[in-house]
């Protein structure tokens, strides 16, 4: 039964087989997921907020969910001066691989019984102060302004700004004050 469910998905196209022989979700899948109202919704009401942020930074911005251990941009603004990060929308990662993530992930276990003695230093760091700003784990030159995202006390996203320092631009702690006062503004508006 398993097999046969496997083959469906398969030929449907909800799930690709991998080189290695594991199985992967396939953008269907998250095509389908955003069309969930609650997702369809946070991307109608973020959308304007990442044009707003962008235009006042100058930096490039993007909206992001948890799907299981994955961290994945669901929503995207590129800066439009010279100088700006592109990101694939839907593209998976490791959540532990990305500053949004591992935000997200670190919330999640606040919520949850965990000892904070459990927790690891990042965590608690980020559930202290409801933000994370870390070093880009793959792009040297660029460091990560993440911060949540909240439906009714629960998050549900992460605002990223990926920080990229140039002449004339923006500070970084410029960058967190902005992406914290709009990240209010999406959780107050996604939890009425």
Wanted: a positive charge; charged letters at 20%.
């Amino acid at each position: 039964e398993i097999y046969r469910a496997v083959q469906v998905l398969l030929r449907r196209n909800y799930i690709k087989e991998l080189p290695s022989g594991e199985f992967r979700l396939s953008g269907r899948l998250f095509d389908m997921a955003l069309q969930i109202p609650l997702y369809d919704r946070l991307l109608s009401i973020s959308l304007p907020v990442l044009e707003n942020v962008r235009t006042v930074l100058g930096q490039s911005v993007f909206l992001s969910i948890l799907v299981d251990t994955q961290h994945v941009i669901i929503g995207k603004v590129e800066a439009e001066g010279e100088f700006g990060l592109t990101i694939k929308i839907g593209y998976p990662t490791p959540w532990v691989d990305s500053t949004p993530g591992q935000l997200l992930k670190a919330l999640s276990q606040a919520r949850s019984s965990m000892a904070e003695a459990e927790r690891s230093p990042l965590a608690s760091k980020a559930i202290r102060q409801m933000w994370l700003a870390e070093p880009n784990p793959r792009l040297a030159a660029i460091t990560d302004i993440a911060v949540p995202v909240f439906r009714r006390g629960s998050p549900i996203a992460a605002l990223t700004i990926p920080f990229l320092s140039f002449s004339g631009g923006p500070s970084e702690r410029k960058c967190l004050s902005v992406a914290r006062a709009w990240a209010r503004t999406i959780s107050d508006e996604i939890s009425s």
